[in-house]
């Protein structure tokens, strides 16, 4: 019986151009501690569905694409995508891609300072001696408390009774985060969602007196907890300190229910709000795009 031939393999993708890639664990406190950022440097020539396709292929909270500015202000232009949408503006984006621009030796026109090009317009940056970069947050484009049928929807799809929620804001700066205060820190840590599929939200529980933190923030969109999230923490920030809630400068913990322990710092200047974490490059490589 003569043989058969083996069927050939389908043709893969072609690879494209090879371009420099990072991963950079954004609001550390050691190692695989923050959140996790995918960096493309040099991304001149892809389309938007590119880098949409890849930022679903990374699967992580946000992925950014570096890019030359437009603004003769800026140093560099950054593209921010989650795996299902582009963002104009988020938190820990903004760090870790002022790292991996630093990283990779981009040369800021001030030193110790940094100007990011992105779609809310111009943000400062600042890296300390001591390592911890921070953000001007943006203002908030909407403010002000939630519809009730929001605060019942949310009490509901965190699995508390709708008493619980002690008080609600509008914080969207970017993202559209529905920000709600628990009791108290304990009571966010205990919070075990269900059906939260749909919602942006942002709790926060203050902590007591002398506590290593001010407070505990979760975060919660599309079905998962992110671990690390800046642009909710500088909305929560703006929120908090207006009702005079924590000091001009505190820390803020996030992830501990997600096994990380990211920590944020923030510091009300009387002019701007700052968001700011140490960070680090954890993966330097190429990717063919």
């Given amino acids: 019986m003569p043989e058969t031939a083996a069927p050939h393999p389908a043709p893969g993708p072609t690879p494209g151009t090879a371009r420099r890639f990072l991963e950079v664990d954004v609001f550390a406190t050691g190692p695989l501690t923050g959140n996790p950022l995918a960096v493309v440097v040099d991304a001149e020539g892809l389309s938007t569905e590119h880098m949409q396709a890849l930022a679903a292929w990374t699967g992580f909270s946000e992925t950014t694409f570096l890019l030359p500015p437009t603004d003769p202000e800026a140093d560099y232009r950054v593209r921010i995508f989650t795996p299902r949408e582009?963002?104009?503006?988020?938190g820990h984006p903004t760090?870790?891609?002022?790292?991996?621009?630093?990283?990779?030796?981009?040369?800021?026109?001030?030193p110790g300072r940094l100007v990011q090009e992105c779609g809310v317009g111009l943000v400062p940056v600042t890296v300390a001696d001591d390592g911890v970069l921070a953000f001007a947050t943006p203002p908030l484009r909407?403010?002000?408390?939630?519809?009730?049928a929001d605060v019942v929807r949310i009490a509901a799809g965190l699995g508390v009774a709708?008493?619980?929620?002690?008080d609600h804001a509008w914080g969207e700066n970017g993202p559209a985060w529905q920000l709600v205060r628990?009791?108290?820190?304990?009571?966010?840590r205990a919070l075990r969602p269900r059906g939260h599929a749909e919602l942006k939200v942002g709790a926060v529980g203050l902590e007591a007196a002398g506590a290593e933190t001010a407070c505990e923030v979760r975060a919660f969109a599309y079905g998962s907890e992110d671990p690390v999230t800046g642009s909710l923490n500088g909305a929560l920030?703006?929120?908090?300190?207006?009702?005079?809630?924590?000091?001009?400068?505190?820390?803020?913990?996030?992830?501990?229910?997600?096994?990380?322990?990211?920590?944020?710092?923030v510091h009300d200047d009387g002019a701007r709000i700052w968001v700011g974490g140490r960070a680090a490059v954890l993966v330097d490589g190429t990717i063919a795009l």
Avoid at 86 to 90: L, N, S, T
Avoid at 142 to 148: C, I, K, T, V
Avoid at 162 to 166: G, S, Y
Avoid at 182 to 188: K, M, P, S, W, Y
């Fill in 86 to 90: 582009e963002f104009d503006f988020a």
């Fill in 95 to 110: 760090l870790g891609s002022a790292l991996a621009w630093l990283h990779v030796g981009g040369t800021p026109r001030t």
């Fill in 142 to 148: 909407r403010s002000g408390p939630l519809d009730e």
């Fill in 162 to 166: 709708r008493e619980a929620i002690v």
């Fill in 182 to 188: 628990l009791a108290d820190a304990d009571a966010v």
């Fill in 237 to 265: 920030a703006q929120w908090l300190r207006g009702a005079g809630l924590v000091p001009p400068r505190y820390v803020a913990a996030q992830g501990s229910q997600v096994g990380r322990r990211g920590r944020i710092h």
